[in-house]
């Protein structure tokens, strides 16, 4: 070969082929970019908390507050005047209030935990004799002094033991009537109802605005922030709440008393409201708390997938990974609904309901607990019920 072929340029390709290939690499460069999740950015993980804040979490508290208000109401009227009526009334108000309360089991961190509002509204298990040495004794059965006695003697589950405890009806009106001691019963039921009252209200407050505002902690993370140093660090608490939540709906309160932690043998005892049936309840209330968390809103909304909440950040990761979990929502949901009342009876009569719905929580609890977490980035944190 002579220097001047050396020299000479390489022959190029046809045009058509250089356009083959100029198509072909803007093709892979379209690919790569639309199919890579761009990552999370601060500002959509800062409108998420605060939509969740501002949407969720201060109007279930607040709703929490109503009901207990208008539960501390009812027991007064019963205490005040006793009859079948009277009891209906009251009974239903502990219920209904029990509804949003068990949704606040999706953001039980903060004030609830920091303050021990939790316990002493939702202490479980209580201490039946421990109450009814409350009632034999001589102490004034006061609003502020059941701010001062044990857990295990006040809150909801001390409302359900006067309420429903007795066995039925007209056992609980013998008691709050012609009993000997039915005068202090009637007390304590009015001062647990009333401090019930006051604690929800101190736990809206100090989430609110004006008030604690631990919402506004949590909604505004910086390297001054005492408790959110970073906004990582806020949806870290949202969604580790989640993956605990479905944990001790699976494990707690639908395997135990199924009896999965006692070699298949029910344990009917460990049954969380039992004297009022309203575990059921209870444990809906609580996946429709979580439901609300991921979709950003309440009720219809949140079944709707509407809302600005921890799913609209994995959807934009993983669509996919998105849809499912909507959908295993919704069916652990469904699952805890359609076990037959009462749930003491369904764990012997119906394990196989039960344990459909044990599963479909915990098929939750492992898509949160692994999918969830990769697609935001969230750091899997140590929890109470570790290790049981």
């Not at 953001?107 to 209580?126: H, K, N, S, T, Y």
């Not at 709440?241 to 344990?267: C, H, N």
Request: charged share 20%; hydrophobic share 45%; glycine share 8%.
């Amino acid at each position: 070969m002579t220097a001047a072929a050396e020299l000479r340029p390489a022959p190029q390709a046809p045009r058509r082929v250089r356009r083959l290939r100029a198509a072909i690499a803007a093709c892979v460069l379209a690919l790569a970019t639309t199919c890579a999740p761009v990552p999370l950015g601060d500002g959509p993980r800062r409108q998420t908390v605060r939509a969740l804040t501002e949407q969720v979490v201060l109007p279930t508290l607040g709703d929490v507050a109503a009901r207990a208000a208008e539960l501390a109401a009812a027991a007064g009227a019963l205490a005040g005047a006793p009859s079948q009526q009277a009891l209906d009334a009251t009974q239903e108000a502990w219920r209904v209030a029990r509804g949003p309360w068990k949704e606040c089991d999706a953001f039980a961190f903060g004030p609830a935990m920091d303050e021990r509002l939790a316990v002493a509204i939702d202490q479980f298990p209580v201490e039946p004799a421990k109450i009814e040495s409350e009632i034999a004794g001589t102490a004034a059965l006061t609003v502020d002094y059941i701010d001062t006695i044990g857990a295990d003697r006040k809150g909801f589950h001390a409302l359900e033991h006067l309420l429903f405890g007795a066995g039925d009806d007209l056992a609980v009106l013998a008691l709050l009537t012609t009993d000997a001691a039915a005068p202090r019963r009637r007390e304590l039921l009015v001062a647990l109802a009333q401090n019930l009252e006051r604690k929800a209200r101190e736990l809206g407050s100090a989430w609110a605005p004006g008030g604690g505002a631990y919402a506004e902690l949590l909604a505004t993370p910086s390297a001054a922030n005492p408790t959110y140093t970073t906004v990582k660090a806020a949806i870290d608490a949202f969604v580790n709440e989640s993956v605990f939540l479905a944990e001790l709906v699976a494990d707690t309160r639908i395997g135990k008393p199924l009896g999965l932690s006692a070699g298949g043998t029910p344990q009917p005892a460990l049954e969380e409201s039992g004297p009022s049936d309203n575990s059921l309840a209870d444990m809906a209330a609580s996946l429709r708390g979580l439901r609300a968390v991921y979709t950003g809103a309440r009720g219809a909304d949140g079944a709707s997938g509407s809302g600005a909440g921890i799913g609209a950040l994995v959807a934009a990761q993983s669509p996919a990974t998105d849809r499912e979990v909507r959908d295993l929502i919704e069916q652990a949901i469904a699952a805890i609904e359609a076990i037959p009342r009462p749930f003491r009876a369904a764990i012997v009569d119906r394990p196989a309901e039960v344990q459909a719905a044990y599963d479909a929580v915990k098929e939750l609890k492992r898509i949160l607990a692994t999918e969830v977490l990769a697609a935001l980035g969230a750091t899997l944190k140590f929890n109470d019920n570790d290790g049981d």
